[in-house]
């Protein structure tokens, strides 16, 4: 069976359709893959930061934004709203900080937000694999809804 691979960028998203296979590498970034288990629409937005203050020029690089972008074009490509679930992956602790950096500790800022603005949205979040101090690469499988997650020095998870 012939699959299409979509690679989704840093602040991107995409969405595809059974059998195609979405992958993004991640840090302190969040994976979130959507999933319509009827119509095997899928989609994965790479964010970046937790929220935009509403005035961001990429919409695409923060979960507030980003996320209800993601739906919009996932039932723009005939997802239905209401047999969507969501997995999260990334939000790593990347780069040694202190309490009083002004960075703070991004990946969890984007793990809490992405999780409230999933739930404000009625999108259950059947799995997740979030934390830690090491990047991931995904490929978000269409055809099934499974998410491999590949970590150097890790075993391969599938979620």
Known sequence: MSFELINIGIADLGVGKSPSILRTILGSCIGICI????????GLSHIMLPTSKKNAANPRKYADSAIPLLVEDMMRAGAMRNSMIAKII??????KHTE???????????????????????????SSDVGGDYGRTIDF???????????????????
């Open 35 to 42: 999933y319509d288990t009827s119509t095997r629409i899928g």
């Open 100 to 126: 009083n950096s002004f960075m703070g500790d991004i990946g969890r800022n984007n793990i809490v937000s992405v999780q409230q603005i999933l739930s404000g949205m009625n999108l259950r979040i059947v």
């Open 141 to 159: 499988y269409l055809e099934s809804g499974e998410v491999k997650i590949k970590t150097i020095g890790r075993d391969t998870k599938i979620i």
């Open 90 to 95: 990334g939000g790593a602790a990347m780069f």
